[in-house]
Structure formats: structure tokens, C-alpha cells
């Protein structure tokens, strides 16, 4: 007589579980996708997205790659056309003294003050339709949809002071006028203080799940002072529109004091700041991923940042001329090798359709894909003195077997040797390349490569038994 009690006890404490921890439920794995910005900047259209979500199907998603990412102020029709202090085509709003919009036709907003996709842009969103045919089409693919936002509440919601949908508060209730972000103009902070704060971000986000959105980028929240209010209401707004959405904040670099705190609140959160084709900023990443990596788990990842290999920056935007990758091949190993083992989501940012065969061979190394998805406990086990020699090692699952990468991180070639010592790693190991497949032989004791500078090779070590 008293099962069925405990049963339905049963069944409503796993769905409590499953409502507070739904956050969790997604990003289980490092997510693998593509983003838009580095090749297209803001200034993406319908045809450009589908044509590369097309390529990302046909060439990346056997391999597991799932995401495709529509990156900033896709509420724009023409943005980017004419130039600001920051930069030619970056695409600040423009307004008069008492903060009258001059352009307001340039924004797509809906009478709550939430943000919609510009038509002359993105032709299937007429007739309020928004994101989900895009989504859908996406869907359709097999893909996973996602979307950038900036935070808080657009400046012209709260000049002409927009109602919050099912609220008697507006948006002059809840903005922050001096609260805006140093690189883009366009939104207001939101005081999450204020009744009718949390409204407002349930009413966008009950709106992206109408869409079908998968995946939300939301910028100006992780670095410098960390947003740790406006994040919580996010993170209860995707809860509350009931569809399972990853949240990934940026841009880095994320103060690591807030390491705790942005790991309950996010899925992903940007370590650096933006990251591009320099062997400077790929040798700062490598400090930066050894500072983080004991935070790194399943539904919280440290990001850092997008792959910026391919072809990149269209059109002379977002970042310099318009060029293939300036990392050498040894580099863009380097990038995948230690991307991999520390388990950082891997978004490639290149325009898919001119990018070379090279660019697609990086990103289909099953077996490297493997010690991304699957690997545990990835750490920095060993930098020399003199900061040229770096060695990474990552457990296997329900395996005595390891993966261990050795990188070149200074300016001459040398030998690198690895001393299992190191680990405590004792016996005989079969060790084998992951990029060339070769069966490298037995070591004890040690292995030793040769490398470039700026140069790594990555190897699965196998306990041979005797």
C-alpha cells in the first residue's frame, strides 16, 4: 500500500533536483561549435548563416561539433557603416544630449523593450516570427542554435520608457543609465535590485525559448567587475522559460577570485580577453588555462576563448585586415593540443565557406576530439625554469592508460623530455601520436621529443602489461 506514496515522493524530488540543477543538464561536455564574430564581425545576414551552418553540418558535425552561434546586434538592419572612436564600423548608437535616439529606426525593438532580429537582415523573422524559423532550420540540420546578447536593457527601451511585460513597472524602474559598457554603447545595466529586474530578463529569455534558442553568449557580464546580480537573473530567467539553454558569459578575462561563485551561475565563462591570431596572446592563454583548470567540470567550463584559425575578419572586421590565420601550423597544433587537454570549449570562429582543408583537418582529429570530450583531471604537470618547456597530463576514465602533451613554448628547437617520474608513473607504456597515428614503441621511465619553437605533439600513453 505504500509504494505508490514513495514513488510519487520519488518522482517529485527528482524533478525538484532536476528544476534547481537544470543548469547542469547542458554542457555536460565542453560544447563544440562555430560562432559567427571573428569572420563576420556584427554584420552576418540569413543567407551568410545558413550557407555556414550548411558547411558545419556537412563537414564537423560527424565529429560531434553541435553548436552554430549568431553573434552581436543582429537587431540592427545596417550596422557597422560608420565610424566611432573605437573603430571604422563599430557599431555604437547614436543620440542626442538628453538621450533622444537619432537612428531609431536602426533598432528592432517589440513594446516590452526586448531586442528582435532586423528583417532587412534576417528575412524570416517577419511577422514577428523572430529566431524560429532560423532555428528551425538550424534544428532541422541535426544542430543546436545560439544567439549573443548584450546584458541589461536597451537605451531606447528606457528613453521611451517601455513597459515590462506582465509588470506595472517600466524600464526607467529597473536601468541603470550610468551603468554601460566601455566598448558598446547600445544597453543599460539592470539594477537587479529593482522590483520588475527579474521580469524583464524572464519576458527575453521566455522569448528566446519561443525561438528555440539552445545557447545564449552574453557579453559585457564576466570581466573587470564581475556582474554576479545580473548573472543570477539570467541564470533564474532560463530556468524559468523551461527550455534547457547554455549560458556562456564574456568577455575575460574573469576574475579568478569569482572562480567559485561563476562556476554555479554559468556553463562556460570567457578566461581571456578577446583572443586572436598572436603567438603573444596564445602564450598568455597558457598561463591563464593553468590558472583555471582546477575548475573545469562537467557543466562548467572555463573558456578561452574561440578558435581563430581559417579565414578570419571579412571585410577588414572585426580585427585587422582580412587574411588566413597568422599562426604557423606548428601554432594552430599548439592551440588545438592545449585547448584539447584542458578541456576548454573549442567554437571556431573562421568563415567556414573560403576556409582551407587544413583548417577542417584540425578540427576532425577524432582521437583529439576524444581527450577534449572525455578526459579528466587535465592539468599542468611541469614548466621549466627558463618558461620554454610545458607539459600537460589528463587521466582516462575507468582506464590506468593517460594522455600527455609536451609543448614548445620558447624561441629555439630542443629535445623535451617527460619524467614520469613527474606522476608516479611507473612501468611500461605504449605510446602513440594522436595527430600521425604512429605506434611510437615502449618507454620507461621517460619520453623525449624533438620540437619546433612554438611547436607540441600529443601522445595517449598505454600501460603495457607484463
Known amino acids: 500500500m505504500l509504494k505508490k506514496p ?39 545576414n540569413e543567407a551568410d548563416f545558413k550557407a555556414n551552418t550548411d558547411v558545419f553540418a556537412k563537414k564537423l558535425k560527424e ?40 537612428h531609431p529606426e536602426y533598432t528592432t525593438i517589440d513594446e516590452y523593450g526586448r531586442l528582435l532580429p532586423a528583417v532587412e537582415r534576417f528575412p524570416s523573422s517577419k511577422d ?4 524560429k524559423p532560423l532555428a528551425d532550420y538550424v534544428h532541422s540540420k541535426g544542430l543546436k542554435f545560439g544567439i ?56 527575453l529569455f521566455e522569448l528566446y525559448a519561443s525561438w528555440g534558442v539552445d545557447y545564449v553568449k552574453v557579453d559585457d557580464i564576466s570581466a573587470r567587475d564581475y556582474g554576479e546580480e545580473e548573472i543570477q537573473l539570467i ?9 534547457p539553454m547554455v549560458l556562456s558569459l564574456s568577455p575575460g578575462e574573469t576574475p579568478l577570485a569569482y572562480a567559485n561563485i561563476v562556476k554555479e551561475q554559468a556553463n562556460l565563462w570567457r578566461i581571456s580577453a578577446d583572443f586572436w591570431d598572436t603567438w603573444g596572446a596564445l602564450r598568455h592563454n597558457f598561463d591563464l588555462i593553468n590558472a583555471w583548470s582546477v575548475h573545469s567540470g562537467p557543466g562548467h567550463w572555463p573558456d578561452a576563448d574561440m578558435l581563430p584559425i581559417g579565414r578570419l575578419s571579412l571585410d577588414n572586421r572585426p580585427h585587422g585586415p582580412e587574411r588566413m ?31 582551407p582543408q587544413f583548417t577542417f583537418d584540425l578540427l576532425t ?19 621549466d625554469f627558463h618558461q620554454t618547456e610545458v607539459i600537460w597530463l589528463a587521466d582516462i576514465p575507468d582506464s590506468e592508460d593517460k594522455y600527455f602533451a609536451i609543448f614548445n613554448i620558447g624561441e629555439v628547437e630542443k ?52
Open 325 to 355: 590565420t597568422q599562426f604557423t601550423e606548428d601554432e594552430q597544433y599548439t592551440l588545438m593540443n592545449l585547448w584539447s587537454i584542458a578541456r576548454s570549449p573549442l567554437m571556431i570562429g573562421a568563415d567556414l565557406l573560403s576556409s
Open 6 to 44: 514513495f514513488i510519487l515522493i520519488a518522482i517529485l524530488s527528482a524533478l525538484l533536483c532536476s528544476s534547481i540543477h537544470g543548469a547542469k543538464e547542458v554542457a555536460q561536455t565542453p560544447p563544440l561549435g562555430w560562432n559567427s564574430f571573428d569572420a563576420y564581425d556584427c554584420r552576418i
Open 128 to 131: 514577428g516570427e523572430g529566431f
Open 235 to 243: 541564470k533564474n530567467a532560463i530556468k524559468n522559460s523551461g527550455r
Open 63 to 102: 565529429y560531434g561539433w553541435e553548436y552554430v552561434v549568431l553573434d552581436y546586434i543582429w537587431w540592427h538592419p545596417e550596422p557597422g557603416n560608420w565610424a566611432t572612436e573605437r573603430r571604422w564600423g563599430h557599431p555604437n548608437i547614436r543620440f542626442k544630449e538628453d538621450g533622444e535616439p537619432l
Open 365 to 383: 582529429n577524432a582521437d583529439l576530439l576524444e581527450v577534449n570530450q572525455k578526459s579528466e583531471n587535465g592539468r599542468q604537470i611541469y614548466r
Open 148 to 203: 549573443h546578447i548584450m546584458r541589461g536593457i536597451h537605451r531606447n527601451a528606457y528613453y521611451y520608457d517601455l513597459p515590462i511585460k506582465g509588470t506595472k513597472y517600466t524600464a526607467r524602474d529597473i536601468a541603470e543609465p550610468w551603468d554601460t559598457c566601455d566598448w558598446c554603447n547600445h544597453m543599460f545595466g539592470v539594477d537587479a535590485s529593482k522590483p520588475g529586474a527579474q521580469e524583464y530578463y524572464n519576458s
Open 415 to 466: 629535445d623535451i623530455s617527460f619524467d614520469f617520474e613527474l606522476e608516479h608513473l611507473r612501468g611500461k607504456y605504449q605510446i602513440t601520436d594522436l595527430w600521425t597515428k604512429e605506434d611510437l614503441g615502449v618507454a620507461e621511465r621517460s619520453f623525449t621529443t624533438r620540437l619546433r619553437p612554438h611547436a607540441s605533439a600529443i601522445y595517449r600513453m598505454s600501460v603495457v602489461k607484463e
